[in-house]
């Protein structure tokens, strides 16, 4: 740690430094020092810190007497291991008269875990990790903004029991609120919304899914802006009647893939809101309703209840498929985010809304409940319409009259006896915990346990993109991994898909070393790095104190990206990897080059 003193007097003078540190940081040698100070001019001196293997703060003083004075300087930091938060969950359920055992050993960091145990009668209770993957994803695109607030509509109680601590009470109506306002804030000039805040693109899709986020939201009493739904009914009236034709990927009966032309999904997204909002086009309905072939199931679905929410109960019998299950979609990373559970997710919902006790209801309630729980690599967009559509039906569902005892390592510690139960660290962490039920039916438990870990082991692999990342001078010079105090370090991050086709919607993102500082997050080739030839610039960028996301496009060619960083102190700083996922399918995904940055002083 640099100590630099100013000496603006005409005198020389001798200072003596002292240094001492508290909580999660020590000072390693020595802790004071004699300094010269020369009139008018500057003198510097270096304390060694060491962090501690623990999660907390540190707190730095600096007491400098001199002049007959003491001048104090006191400084905080964070101290924490480079991982991010990883967390182990399991649910189920538990049959009246049955017991269920929970192991809570755990190899987290024991001030930095936490865990949960919730009961209910309530079959939600089994999906709630879909929920909680939800609710804490940290990415903000217009689609993650309407997955992230539009459950929480519905689960008001549910979000509370998983997000809620002592001390700590989470307001799901709050986080409502400030999605609608954030929503409004990317409408465009033609009614349409951006993809990302500030940026110059809409995107049909993500305006549909807005639009049916806020007028769900104003039924439930949320304060929603007339102007800005009317201006995207006004949007999807006009987008409806384009009649335009895309490509979609699906799976044959066999391993294979193969494609064909539809009428865009979006055309019936819209049509749909619009119907169930009384601002119908029959004609554009017509128009489908006449050439089906042009239309997905899912489409197909849409259009069905489009009809039924305008009392046409005839068009609706004629148009609704028997089953979505014969076309099965290809994940999309991009476009309407596409898929096999997303599509019978997204028709189950327009079923419940329009017509709830129809046959097929049941059966793709089953199916789609054992879809999402064998499948690891769900997107925000299926996790979304699933957990919406499955409430909706488990709602009407009806109650068991299932009890439970509760107890931790063999000792009672609570009663299940109807209210949702919710136990917490104190009760439970790194106990066996045994439920035992009494009574008719089923009761439900979800299970969580959260931290961080201090083994900083990665698993670096390239699952269908490689992601790099390498280090230069400002002269375009290679660095290897020493870094010298003070310098400015140009960041390279290369990104490329071994398929060599397009995946859209990826999230790069660069755990920096605690001695490294952001200092230009976009760098301009001509101006400020003309040895720069081939940056590509990202459809969007967040810097973090101790990250800078980037959002992209991977393509068939690599792509790099380019951004400053400066090196403010001397030492051995843990470095995160560089990893790359596409946000809307996980299978792809590349993590790369973790290690140990060392800064050391320019002589």
Same mark, same amino acid.
């Given at each position: 740690?640099?100590?630099?003193?100013?000496?603006? =007097?005409?005198?020389?003078?001798?200072?003596?430094?002292?240094?001492? $540190?508290?909580?999660?940081?020590?000072?390693?040698?020595?802790? *004071?020092?004699?300094?010269?100070?020369?009139?008018?001019?500057?003198?510097?001196?270096?304390?060694?810190?060491?962090?501690?293997?623990?999660?907390?703060?540190?707190?730095?003083?600096?007491?400098?007497?001199?002049?007959?004075?003491? /001048?104090?300087?006191?400084?905080?930091?964070?101290?924490?291991?480079?991982?991010?938060?990883?967390?182990?969950?399991?649910?189920?359920?538990?049959?009246?008269?049955?017991?269920?055992?929970?192991?809570?050993?755990?190899?987290?960091?024991?001030?930095?875990? *936490?865990?949960?145990?919730?009961?209910?009668?309530?079959?939600?209770?089994?999906?709630?990790?879909?929920?909680?993957? &939800?609710?804490?994803?940290?990415?903000?695109?217009?689609?993650? =903004?309407?997955?992230?607030? /539009?459950?929480?509509?519905?689960?008001?109680?549910?979000?509370?029991?998983?997000?809620?601590?002592?001390?700590?009470?989470?307001?799901?109506?709050?986080?409502?609120?400030?999605?609608?306002?954030?929503?409004?804030?990317?409408?465009?000039?033609?009614?349409?919304?951006?993809?990302?805040?500030?940026?110059?693109?809409?995107?049909?899709?993500?305006?549909?899914?807005?639009?049916?986020? &806020?007028?769900?939201?104003?039924?439930?009493?949320?304060?929603?802006?007339?102007?800005?739904? +009317?201006?995207?009914?006004?949007?999807?009236?006009?987008? $409806?009647? *384009?009649?335009?034709?895309?490509?979609?990927? @699906?799976?044959?009966?066999?391993?294979?893939?193969?494609?064909?032309?539809?009428?865009?999904?979006?055309?019936?997204?819209?049509?749909?809101?619009?119907?169930?909002?009384?601002?119908?086009?029959?004609?554009?309905?017509?128009?489908?309703?006449?050439?089906?072939?042009?239309?997905?199931? +899912?489409?197909?679905?849409?259009?069905?209840?489009?009809?039924?929410?305008?009392?046409?109960?005839?068009?609706?019998?004629?148009?609704?498929?028997?089953?979505?299950?014969?076309?099965?979609?290809?994940?999309? =990373?991009?476009?309407?985010?596409?898929?096999?559970?997303?599509?019978?997710?997204?028709?189950?919902?327009?079923?419940?809304?329009?017509?709830?006790?129809?046959?097929?209801?049941?059966?793709?309630?089953?199916?789609?409940?054992?879809?999402?729980?064998?499948?690891?690599?769900?997107?925000?967009?299926?996790?979304?319409?699933?957990?919406?559509?499955?409430?909706?039906?488990?709602?009407?569902?009806?109650?068991?009259?299932?009890? $439970?005892?509760?107890?931790?390592?063999?000792?009672?510690?609570?009663?299940?006896?109807?209210?949702?139960?919710?136990?917490?660290?104190?009760?439970?962490?790194?106990?066996?915990?045994?439920?035992?039920?009494?009574?008719?039916?089923?009761?439900?438990?979800?299970?969580?346990?959260?931290?961080?870990? @201090?083994?900083?082991?990665?698993?670096?692999?390239?699952?269908?993109?490689?992601?790099?990342?390498? /280090?230069?001078?400002?002269?375009?010079?290679?660095?290897?991994?020493? %870094?010298?105090?003070?310098?400015?370090? #140009?960041?390279?991050?290369?990104?490329?898909?071994?398929?060599?086709?397009? #995946?859209?919607? #990826? #999230?790069?993102?660069?755990?920096?070393?605690?001695?490294?500082?952001?200092?230009?997050?976009?760098?301009?080739?001509?101006?400020?790095?003309?040895?720069?030839?081939?940056?590509?610039?990202?459809?969007? @960028?967040?810097?973090?104190?101790?990250?800078?996301?980037?959002?992209?496009?991977?393509?068939?060619?690599?792509?790099?990206?380019?951004?400053?960083?400066?090196?403010?102190?001397?030492?051995? %700083?843990?470095?995160?990897?560089?990893?790359?996922?596409?946000?809307?399918?996980?299978?792809?995904?590349?993590?790369?080059?973790?290690?140990?940055?060392?800064?050391?002083?320019?002589?």
């Amino acid at each position: 740690m640099p100590v630099t003193l100013t000496n603006t =007097t005409a005198k020389d003078n001798v200072a003596k430094a002292v240094v001492s $540190a508290t909580g999660n940081v020590k000072v390693v040698g020595a802790s *004071e020092e004699n300094i010269s100070l020369t009139a008018n001019n500057e003198s510097r001196t270096t304390f060694k810190l060491v962090a501690d293997k623990a999660v907390g703060t540190g707190s730095i003083t600096i007491n400098v007497n001199a002049f007959n004075e003491v /001048f104090t300087e006191k400084t905080e930091i964070t101290v924490r291991p480079i991982t991010s938060l990883l967390k182990e969950s399991d649910a189920g359920s538990i049959k009246g008269g049955e017991a269920k055992t929970i192991d809570y050993a755990s190899s987290f960091v024991p001030s930095t875990l *936490e865990s949960k145990l919730i009961l209910s009668r309530s079959p939600m209770v089994q999906f709630t990790d879909q929920l909680s993957y &939800l609710l804490d994803y940290p990415h903000g695109c217009i689609e993650q =903004t309407v997955s992230i607030a /539009f459950p929480q509509i519905y689960y008001i109680d549910l979000v509370k029991m998983i997000k809620n601590k002592p001390g700590f009470a989470v307001d799901p109506s709050f986080n409502i609120q400030e999605a609608i306002r954030k929503i409004e804030t990317m409408q465009m000039y033609n009614g349409g919304l951006s993809y990302w805040p500030g940026s110059s693109y809409e995107t049909w899709w993500g305006s549909a899914y807005a639009l049916h986020f &806020l007028t769900e939201a104003q039924k439930a009493g949320y304060d929603v802006s007339k102007e800005t739904v +009317d201006k995207l009914f006004s949007y999807h009236s006009q987008k $409806a009647k *384009e009649r335009a034709m895309e490509p979609y990927w @699906f799976y044959d009966n066999g391993t294979g893939t193969y494609n064909k032309q539809f009428a865009k999904r979006e055309i019936f997204y819209s049509l749909y809101l619009l119907a169930l909002n009384d601002r119908r086009d029959l004609s554009t309905m017509n128009y489908y309703k006449a050439n089906l072939s042009q239309l997905t199931l +899912d489409s197909r679905y849409m259009l069905a209840c489009a009809y039924l929410a305008l009392g046409d109960d005839k068009s609706h019998n004629a148009i609704l498929p028997n089953s979505i299950e014969a076309m099965r979609s290809v994940r999309s =990373t991009g476009s309407c985010f596409y898929s096999a559970i997303r599509d019978e997710a997204l028709a189950l919902n327009c079923l419940l809304e329009t017509n709830p006790d129809h046959p097929q209801v049941g059966t793709m309630v089953k199916h789609l409940s054992q879809q999402i729980k064998k499948d690891p690599y769900m997107n925000t967009n299926e996790r979304a319409w699933a957990f919406i559509a499955l409430g909706k039906f488990m709602k009407r569902a009806t109650a068991s009259t299932v009890t $439970a005892s509760v107890l931790a390592d063999g000792k009672p510690i609570a009663e299940f006896k109807g209210d949702d139960l919710v136990l917490r660290t104190k009760d439970i962490a790194n106990k066996k915990i045994e439920i035992k039920t009494s009574g008719v039916g089923n009761l439900y438990f979800f299970t969580e346990q959260s931290g961080l870990r @201090f083994d900083n082991k990665f698993k670096e692999e390239d699952s269908y993109l490689q992601v790099r990342k390498s /280090f230069y001078d400002r002269f375009g010079n290679p660095i290897s991994g020493t %870094f010298t105090q003070g310098d400015l370090i #140009v960041v390279k991050i290369t990104l490329f898909n071994k398929q060599g086709s397009d #995946v859209d919607n #990826v #999230v790069i993102t660069d755990m920096l070393p605690a001695g490294f500082e952001i200092e230009n997050p976009r760098l301009t080739e001509n101006r400020d790095m003309p040895w720069i030839k081939d940056q590509f610039n990202p459809d969007y @960028f967040d810097v973090r104190d101790d990250r800078i996301n980037l959002y992209t496009t991977s393509g068939r060619m690599p792509r790099n990206f380019y951004y400053m960083v400066r090196a403010v102190s001397t030492g051995n %700083f843990i470095m995160g990897p560089v990893s790359a996922d596409a946000m809307y399918n996980a299978e792809y995904h590349s993590y790369n080059g973790a290690g140990v940055a060392k800064i050391v002083e320019r002589k």
